[in-house]
């Protein structure tokens, strides 16, 4: 039997050949493990290029966490929040210039950064050229990319006017704070307007038109950039661009960049109306001619119209026919808990101001509020038949409680039942007689 401490060094030895041996081969310990691939590497396989472009539709933001992220309406007049985060001390007016609620400058201009870099190192991807349509996937991935870019600058625009255009350049993000290109100007706002154009126009060229193939959605492409997603961006933008915000505003008068440039044109321009209509007529008349993109509609058993579920279960549907874009994953689950009743293990943070409210129609299509006293009371429509006194005999159709309703909440149209949770109410019901 051979000796224990023999087979034990022979192990030794040999390990010590084999580690001699590779210690001849330089390339052996000179590795980069997965998180430290460089540019070249990436954009030479498909999936770690997949990847990079997946997290460039990350920069999306998910905005349905109304309570923290996203102001757009918790700081209007449609919806009110009474407790947590920054809408609430908008409205108890805490904040000044420094507060820097919402600042969401650097989160898109790396979205754009990471787009540029993509639209820059897609086209000799080795992995992707060696298939048989490589080059009309990596075609078709760039104009992906170009769109999300397109996106990133609208939705700065969006919120800050005016912004910096740096086109296919990626700079440095090493440079010093000296260096001419750390220091660019704005462009104005046609400029602005223009270039986003041109890139949707570049994008759209070569997309996918939709993502039906034949009467059947790819739900792993319809969070994705498409012709029609192109066509309704170019439609809201051009609206934008029309409007009296924008559009001969002579309030920017003096609106200019330091070298004096003026930054919007104050001169009203008749033609970007027609330019925004002609854009949506585009979008609309795609949608009559290929019947996949239009209101959604559900029907009642015996085939009529059932507004009520039509207009709620647009949000509730997944890739309905009124999707045009739309993110795989959400927050949605706190925005619920948000608008929730404290009884129903909510929040209750956030709920429609009574000016929205009033705003909704009666069944029959009349105007109840035409508008308020200097007081703040509300000027009811007489011919409207809707009054803020007393209780009637509808009931919501899912409760369980014996209780009437509040006038103010009876014979309203659809979408109010749909959107605002009354008193006796359990979910989203409709009331009946």
């Not at 030479?44 to 923290?68: G, P």
């Not at 609620?101 to 993509?118: C, L, P, S, V």
């Not at 070298?259 to 585009?282: I, S």
Request: hydrophobic share 35%.
């Amino acid at each position: 039997m051979e000796n224990k401490y023999i087979k034990t060094l022979k192990y030794v030895l040999v390990a010590g050949v084999l580690f001699t041996a590779s210690a001849c081969n330089k390339d052996f310990l000179d590795q980069v493990p997965d998180d430290r691939l460089d540019l070249n590497e990436v954009f030479n396989r498909k999936d770690l290029s997949e990847n990079w472009l997946a997290a460039t539709y990350n920069y999306i933001r998910d905005e349905t966490h109304r309570t923290n992220d996203t102001p757009w309406d918790v700081i209007s007049d449609d919806c009110d929040v009474s407790q947590r985060n920054n809408p609430y001390r908008v409205n108890l007016g805490n904040w000044n210039a420094s507060s820097n609620y919402w600042n969401f400058w650097d989160h898109y201009y790396k979205g754009i950064r990471t787009a540029t870099t993509f639209i820059n190192n897609i086209d000799g991807n080795k992995q992707i050229l060696e298939e048989r349509e490589g080059p009309n996937f990596i075609k078709r991935r760039k104009a992906e990319a170009r769109f999300l870019r397109a996106f990133f600058y609208m939705e700065l625009l969006k919120q800050y006017g005016p912004v910096i255009i740096i086109g296919d350049e990626e700079i440095s993000p090493d440079l010093p704070m000296t260096d001419p290109k750390m220091q660019l100007a704005r462009s104005s706002y046609d400029e602005c307007v223009d270039y986003i154009l041109s890139e949707l126009d570049q994008a759209e060229a070569d997309l996918d038109i939709d993502h039906y193939y034949g009467d059947q959605v790819l739900e792993s492409d319809m969070g994705r950039a498409s012709k029609v997603l192109c066509m309704a961006m170019r439609s809201r933008l051009l609206l934008y661009a029309a409007s009296p915000l924008y559009n001969g505003n002579k309030d920017y008068v003096d609106f200019k960049n330091k070298d004096g440039k003026p930054l919007m044109n104050t001169t009203y321009d008749a033609t970007k109306w027609e330019r925004a209509a002609a854009a949506a007529k585009k979008l609309i008349d795609y949608a009559e001619s290929s019947g996949k993109l239009g209101l959604y509609k559900k029907y009642n058993t015996n085939g009529t119209l059932n507004a009520f579920l039509s207009y709620r279960d647009l949000f509730l549907d997944v890739w309905n026919i009124e999707w045009i874009l739309g993110r795989n994953t959400n927050n949605i689950a706190s925005y619920q808990r948000s608008c929730t009743p404290r009884l129903a293990n909510g929040y209750a943070s956030l709920g429609p101001t009574q000016q929205l409210i009033d705003a909704y129609r009666m069944e029959d299509g009349s105007v109840p509020i035409t508008g308020y006293l200097a007081d703040g009371s509300p000027i009811i429509n007489p011919e409207s038949g809707y009054s803020e006194t007393g209780f009637s005999q509808y009931k919501a159709v899912s409760s369980s409680r014996e209780k009437t309703t509040f006038n103010m909440y009876v014979r309203r149209e659809p979408r109010f039942y749909a959107t605002v949770t009354y008193s006796a109410a359990t979910g989203l019901t409709k009331l009946q007689p």
